[in-house]
Nanobody, 123 residues
Framework: QVQLVESGGGLVQAGGSLRLSCTASGSIFSIVAMGWYRQAPGKQRELVATITSSGSTNYADSVKGRFTISEDNAKNTVYLQMSTLKPEDTAVYYC?????????????????WGQGTQVTVSS
């Protein structure tokens, strides 16, 4: 069983900052990649940023220069530092993890989602 627990969402004024955290727990053998996605009301879920276990990052154009993704592999945790927030950043932010998991007799691939954390940016 793998759990992804997010924290750090909230209400902030435009121009402000927030830091999201997501920790994976369970029978984790290794992390392949982790990332953040978001879904605004009436819109599809979209990629915000991803990071591989080796530190390679990828960002949506809309957040480049404002958001920074980082990881602590020892803690199985990924962070999203969000700065210069805009009202259009308002959404539920979801953590995604691509992991290798220890099974009873093998190691297998796993991909899962956190429960989501609300980020609201007021104008």
């Amino acid at each position: 069983q793998v759990q992804l627990v997010e924290s750090g969402g909230g209400l902030v004024q435009a121009g402000g900052s927030l830091r999201l955290s997501c920790t994976a727990s369970g029978s984790i053998f290794s992390i392949v990649a982790m990332g953040w996605y978001r879904q605004a009301p009436g819109k599809q879920r979209e990629l915000v940023a991803t990071i591989t276990s080796s530190g390679s990052t990828n960002y949506a154009d809309s957040v480049k220069g404002r958001f920074t993704i980082s990881e602590d592999n020892a803690k199985n945790t990924v962070y999203l530092q969000m700065s210069t927030l805009k009202p259009e950043d308002t959404a539920v932010y979801y953590c995604n993890a691509d992991l290798r998991i220890r099974g009873p007799s093998t190691i297998y691939q796993y991909n899962g989602w956190g429960q989501g954390t609300q980020v609201t940016v007021s104008s």
